[in-house]
């Protein structure tokens, strides 16, 4: 295929798996906010969501105080951030536009309506049931798009492009999201007392989506460092790291076999899964867990070039 | 005398072709009417067949009304119509391979040299090329009116990249939608074919060099082009890569596309984008939606541009003028579709003439399309009448003018119920290096505004589905004699 129609598709899922991220930040950082709690080093629950996009020097030229106001007009509408839902939005329609051959009617529609439906809705000063109706059809959309994506496309260098997209916007999502609470999920640090402690861990499964999977997978309260395996290194968890990198490496070993050739990106993921995979738990909390996070954004961040220079240039 | 009406004439009853339709709206009260319209909009605004007007950044993407009352032809008023369109763009191929070639029809006195050789239209880089087959229009729209239940006129010929053929298909997909019931007592033919006989005619005028399997990309300005849609529509129909010139470069003289999997060779390029932006080395410097040396690749024959470039020499409405005579040059026959009779400025006497008759006639820019920089006589103020009369006298060879025809009105749904309103029609005929092929239908495209007679959608045009359906059993025959006299007025 070309390779700006695989450059688009690639971007495309990326954007709609960003938007549907900061959808879930916000949602998880409203929730916050309805709770006593406010005990973060004097970092409230809006300033951490705008850091788990990582854009709070972005944020803090625009506006001085993180608040529920300033936070979801940033996230969520503001065309000054490139990051925003209606921006991710916006330029993942413009790709799907550009790409339009290469979707599927079900997923050119699901974007397109999608589109037009949140593209009403910006007033920041939306009552909360608006705001979350505006979220839940933007997790809508994200959910559909990979719906229509599984059942109606052809398995080809297109499903694996988009595929690959999607994957690596995750993993750098939900590898922000723990960095952010590092310091939280070390099980030597003390205890925040009271509830404070449950309502840090659940936030950052309410983030990625995964509260309810937790229970099922441990079948036991909150623990820091079941947190930090259950999003780094449990492979049934379809956020973890691991997973996201089992299925990149799925999708590059579809397109090398396709292709007739390995290059660099599959050699590249092929490390870092399997330095995942060889990772455990003592062994993560004894780099330090911020410090492992941080490479691995980095290491994410490269692969993501990689596949760019090899195949999309 | 009111124009005539595809359903009912000039009001002696409902023509046997429209006794469906009649029934059908006979039926149906205004709100399920209503209904079905708002119901065709949703749809399309779903699919996404939006259209951004130039000039109107407030309504980049619009969508085309799509009227829920289609236009009927039968089956003998197809043939033809069929036969004409035939004739006729086979005239413009021969006619193109004779003005790039050894120019016989100048020499024999019948188009003036300047028209051709002057006109911007005329790329000297055709001169002396020799094409696959000599077809240099594979795709042209030609657009079509009527004034009875006679004649066909010819209002314009579209050989450059003519569009609208997606809505011709989209338009009987959202039809079928909307009235099941009507496809089921009527034998409507088909025009889902389009892209298989695209496709067929392409590859047939593949160059000598390539392989058996050529393969064939479309061409786009990219997604703020107005036809953008149709652009991806056609190539996700043909299963073809949609490219943009930063997706093709040449080495030694060959075209190739950058894929995933590194070079490919791309033999065939159905491009939708004007000459001027084709080359920046041959053409438009600062065209940065070209590829650079693609005329050198298509010099050495290397690949199939579809149209060729300077066809635009062809349906210039300088040359239009000619075309009657042009199908009696090359082909020895009687031209089966009419021209609109016409006054060439140029010329002094028509000009006195048109000046004389302004708030009559229908001015045109020779170069112009879309319905834009056009003067309908009837339909203007004094003042535009005058400032129109300033251009005229400052430039009279860029001009021609037809008298106001009363354009064939169709039933259209117009929110309170329905009203006629004047339509045309594009067919769109495709030449191949085996034949020509020509899908039933067209574009039926309707002037919404009561009264209008301007069918472009730049204009607040609509489009409508377009139905062939086998003769009525008790219709009249088919008018015999179509051999009329063309009207040339002027001089």
């Given amino acids: 295929m070309l390779s700006r129609h695989a450059d688009s598709l690639y971007w495309l899922a990326r954007y709609v798996e960003r938007a549907e991220n900061t959808a879930r930040l916000i949602e998880a950082a409203t929730r916050l906010s309805a709770t006593p709690i406010i005990a973060d080093g004097g970092r409230n629950e809006w300033e951490m969501a705008v850091d788990g996009t990582g854009t709070l020097d972005r944020f803090h030229e625009q506006h001085d105080e993180a608040t529920q106001r300033t936070v979801v007009d940033y996230l969520a509408f503001s065309s000054a951030n490139p990051s925003s839902i209606r921006s991710c939005l916006d330029i993942a329609r413009a790709n799907a536009r550009s790409v339009r051959t290469a979707l599927t009617m079900d997923m050119w529609e699901t974007i397109n309506s999608g589109w037009m439906e949140t593209r009403g809705v910006n007033s920041p000063n939306l009552t909360r049931q608006e705001l979350s109706d505006f979220l839940s059809r933007v997790k809508e959309l994200s959910l559909r798009f990979d719906g229509s994506a599984y059942r109606t496309m052809l398995r080809n260098d297109a499903y694996y492009f988009l595929r690959l997209g999607t994957l690596i916007e995750r993993a750098d999502f939900t590898a922000r999201v723990l960095a952010l609470k590092a310091d939280v999920l070390d099980p030597t640090r003390p205890s925040l007392g009271g509830s404070a402690d449950y309502f840090q861990w659940s936030w950052i499964l309410r983030s990625v989506s995964a509260l309810t999977s937790y229970h099922w997978v441990y079948r036991d309260n909150l623990k820091p460092n079941l947190v930090a395996e259950f999003l780094i290194l449990k492979a049934e968890m379809p956020r973890s790291l691991v997973s996201c990198y089992e299925n990149i490496m799925i999708n590059l070993d579809s397109l090398s076999r396709d292709y007739g050739r390995q290059g660099a990106s599959q050699r590249k993921a092929r490390m870092l899964l399997s330095q995942l995979q060889d990772t455990t738990l003592s062994g993560l909390f004894a780099i330090g867990l911020k410090e492992f996070l941080e490479r691995f954004i980095l290491d994410n961040a490269s692969l993501g070039d990689t596949i760019a220079e090899q195949y999309l240039g | ?491």
């Fill in chain 2, 1 to 491: 005398m009111p124009a005539f009406d595809e359903m009912h004439g000039f009001g002696q009853g409902v023509r046997p072709a429209y006794r469906t339709i009649q029934a059908w709206l006979d039926s149906s009260d205004p709100e399920n009417l209503k209904r079905l319209q708002k119901e065709a909009e949703f749809l399309f605004r779903r699919i996404g067949i939006t259209f951004a007007v130039y000039g109107d950044a407030e309504a980049e993407e619009r969508i085309i009304p799509f009227d829920i009352v289609p236009r009927v032809l039968t089956g003998s008023e197809w043939a033809t119509l069929s036969r004409g369109l035939t004739q006729r763009v086979t005239a413009l191929n021969r006619f193109l391979a004779d003005v790039y070639g050894a120019g016989d029809i100048v020499r024999a006195g019948i188009v003036p040299a300047d028209l051709v050789y002057q006109n911007p239209a005329f790329r000297p880089e055709m001169v002396g090329l020799k094409l696959p087959h000599d077809v240099y229009v594979q795709i042209a729209g030609i657009d079509i009116i009527r004034t009875d239940d006679k004649d066909f006129y010819v209002l314009e010929d579209n050989a450059r990249t003519p569009s609208g053929v997606s809505y011709m298909l989209e338009n009987r997909d959202v039809q079928m939608r909307l009235c099941p019931d009507l496809f089921a007592e009527t034998r409507i033919q088909p025009v889902d074919n389009y892209p298989d006989e695209l496709l067929a005619s392409l590859r047939s005028l593949a160059p000598i060099s390539a392989p058996a399997e050529p393969t064939v990309v479309l061409m786009t300005p990219g997604p703020l082009n107005s036809a953008y849609y149709e652009h991806s529509f056609l190539a996700d129909k043909l299963g073809v890569e949609l490219v943009e010139g930063r997706d093709l470069y040449v080495l030694d003289q060959v075209v190739y596309m950058r894929t995933t999997r590194g070079p490919k060779r791309v033999d065939v390029i159905y491009r939708r984008i004007d000459d001027d932006f084709l080359d920046p080395m041959v053409f438009r410097p600062d065209s940065v939606l070209g590829i650079p040396g693609l005329i050198s690749a298509y010099r050495a024959g290397n690949v199939t541009l579809a149209n060729a470039v300077g066809t635009g020499v062809a349906d210039d409405k300088a040359i239009y003028t000619y075309m009657p005579e042009i199908v009696r040059f090359y082909l020895g026959e009687e031209p089966i579709l009419k021209n609109v009779p016409t006054w060439r400025c140029r010329e002094p006497d028509s000009l006195r003439y048109v000046l004389d008759h302004l708030p009559e006639l229908v001015v045109k820019e020779v170069q112009g399309s879309g319905g834009y920089g056009m003067l309908v006589g009837p339909k203007s103020t004094k003042e535009q009448i005058e400032t129109f009369r300033a251009r005229l006298v400052a430039d009279p060879d860029g001009f021609i003018a037809q008298p106001t025809l009363a354009l064939s009105t169709s039933p259209t749904f117009v929110g309170e119920g329905i009203a006629p309103r004047h339509i045309d029609l594009r067919p769109f005929v495709l030449t191949g290096a085996d034949k020509v092929r020509i899908v039933p239908g067209g574009l039926t495209r309707v002037a919404l505004k009561d009264g209008s007679l301007v069918v472009n959608s730049s204009q607040g045009g609509g489009t409508k589905d377009t139905w062939i359906i086998e003769d009525p059993a008790d219709s009249a025959p088919p008018s015999a004699g179509l051999s009329q006299s063309q009207s040339q007025a002027g001089g």
